[in-house]
Nanobody
Framework: QVQLVESGGGSVQPGGSLRLSCAAS????????MGWYRQGPGKQRVMVAE???????NYADSVKGRFTISRDNAKNTVYLQMNSLKPEDTALYYC?????????WGRGTQVTVSS
Protein backbone atom coordinates (compact mmCIF):
# COMPACT_ATOMS: atom_id res chain seq x y z
CA GLN A 1 0.00 0.00 0.00
CA VAL A 2 1.22 3.50 -0.88
CA GLN A 3 -0.01 6.65 0.76
CA LEU A 4 0.31 10.02 -0.91
CA VAL A 5 -0.13 13.38 0.75
CA GLU A 6 -0.39 16.46 -1.43
CA SER A 7 0.13 20.02 -0.28
CA GLY A 8 0.79 23.46 -1.66
CA GLY A 9 -2.47 24.28 -3.35
CA GLY A 10 -4.22 27.59 -2.89
CA SER A 11 -5.56 30.67 -4.59
CA VAL A 12 -3.40 32.86 -6.77
CA GLN A 13 -3.86 35.62 -9.31
CA PRO A 14 -3.18 35.04 -13.00
CA GLY A 15 0.54 35.13 -13.66
CA GLY A 16 1.35 33.89 -10.18
CA SER A 17 3.16 30.78 -9.04
CA LEU A 18 2.55 27.84 -6.75
CA ARG A 19 4.53 24.75 -5.86
CA LEU A 20 2.74 21.52 -5.15
CA SER A 21 4.32 18.74 -3.11
CA CYS A 22 3.47 15.07 -2.92
CA ALA A 23 5.03 13.03 -0.15
CA ALA A 24 4.92 9.29 -0.67
CA SER A 25 5.16 6.51 1.87
CA UNK A 26 7.93 4.19 0.83
CA UNK A 27 10.80 4.70 -1.54
CA UNK A 28 9.92 6.39 -4.80
CA UNK A 29 12.61 4.27 -6.43
CA UNK A 30 10.06 1.46 -6.42
CA UNK A 31 7.70 3.45 -8.64
CA UNK A 32 7.73 3.30 -12.41
CA UNK A 33 6.58 6.90 -12.48
CA MET A 34 5.08 9.65 -10.38
CA GLY A 35 2.90 12.33 -11.77
CA TRP A 36 0.39 15.08 -11.36
CA TYR A 37 -3.08 15.02 -12.82
CA ARG A 38 -5.82 17.59 -12.61
CA GLN A 39 -9.56 17.67 -12.88
CA GLY A 40 -11.31 20.92 -13.59
CA PRO A 41 -15.01 21.58 -12.94
CA GLY A 42 -17.05 19.38 -15.22
CA LYS A 43 -13.98 17.94 -16.89
CA GLN A 44 -12.17 14.63 -16.94
CA ARG A 45 -9.01 14.01 -15.00
CA VAL A 46 -5.99 14.53 -17.25
CA MET A 47 -2.26 14.15 -16.94
CA VAL A 48 -0.35 17.35 -16.29
CA ALA A 49 3.21 16.07 -15.80
CA GLU A 50 5.02 12.92 -14.88
CA UNK A 51 8.54 11.85 -14.04
CA UNK A 52 9.77 8.33 -14.58
CA UNK A 53 12.08 6.27 -12.44
CA UNK A 54 14.89 7.11 -14.83
CA UNK A 55 14.20 10.82 -14.53
CA UNK A 56 12.45 11.34 -17.83
CA UNK A 57 9.64 13.85 -17.85
CA ASN A 58 6.44 14.31 -19.81
CA TYR A 59 4.15 17.32 -19.84
CA ALA A 60 0.75 18.15 -21.18
CA ASP A 61 1.03 20.60 -24.06
CA SER A 62 -1.01 23.14 -22.13
CA VAL A 63 1.62 23.44 -19.38
CA LYS A 64 4.89 23.05 -21.28
CA GLY A 65 7.25 25.88 -20.51
CA ARG A 66 5.27 26.92 -17.43
CA PHE A 67 5.26 23.86 -15.14
CA THR A 68 8.22 21.81 -13.95
CA ILE A 69 8.07 18.45 -12.24
CA SER A 70 10.93 17.33 -10.03
CA ARG A 71 11.62 14.94 -7.21
CA ASP A 72 13.65 14.61 -4.06
CA ASN A 73 14.52 10.95 -3.63
CA ALA A 74 15.77 11.42 -0.08
CA LYS A 75 12.42 12.88 0.95
CA ASN A 76 10.29 10.56 -1.21
CA THR A 77 8.64 13.68 -2.54
CA VAL A 78 7.64 14.90 -5.97
CA TYR A 79 7.07 18.56 -6.73
CA LEU A 80 5.21 20.52 -9.35
CA GLN A 81 6.42 24.08 -9.80
CA MET A 82 3.71 26.04 -11.56
CA ASN A 83 4.55 29.44 -13.01
CA SER A 84 2.59 31.90 -15.14
CA LEU A 85 -0.64 30.40 -13.88
CA LYS A 86 -3.79 30.97 -15.90
CA PRO A 87 -7.46 30.78 -14.92
CA GLU A 88 -7.75 27.62 -16.99
CA ASP A 89 -5.25 25.96 -14.64
CA THR A 90 -7.92 26.03 -11.94
CA ALA A 91 -8.54 22.43 -10.90
CA LEU A 92 -8.15 19.82 -8.24
CA TYR A 93 -4.63 18.48 -8.61
CA TYR A 94 -3.92 14.85 -7.79
CA CYS A 95 -0.65 13.09 -7.23
CA UNK A 96 -0.31 9.67 -8.83
CA UNK A 97 2.23 6.89 -8.54
CA UNK A 98 2.48 3.97 -10.90
CA UNK A 99 4.07 0.63 -10.11
CA UNK A 100 4.30 -2.40 -12.39
CA UNK A 101 1.07 -3.93 -11.10
CA UNK A 102 -0.88 -1.09 -9.54
CA UNK A 103 -1.23 2.64 -9.08
CA UNK A 104 -2.30 5.02 -6.33
CA TRP A 105 -3.87 8.44 -6.03
CA GLY A 106 -3.64 11.16 -3.45
CA ARG A 107 -6.75 12.98 -2.24
CA GLY A 108 -5.97 16.09 -4.23
CA THR A 109 -5.16 19.72 -3.56
CA GLN A 110 -7.16 22.61 -4.97
CA VAL A 111 -5.56 25.24 -7.17
CA THR A 112 -7.62 28.30 -8.00
CA VAL A 113 -6.37 30.99 -10.38
CA SER A 114 -8.53 34.06 -10.36
CA SER A 115 -8.28 37.80 -10.29
Amino acid sequence: QVQLVESGGGSVQPGGSLRLSCAASGSIFSFDAMGWYRQGPGKQRVMVAEITRGGGTNYADSVKGRFTISRDNAKNTVYLQMNSLKPEDTALYYCNVRRPLDYYWGRGTQVTVSS
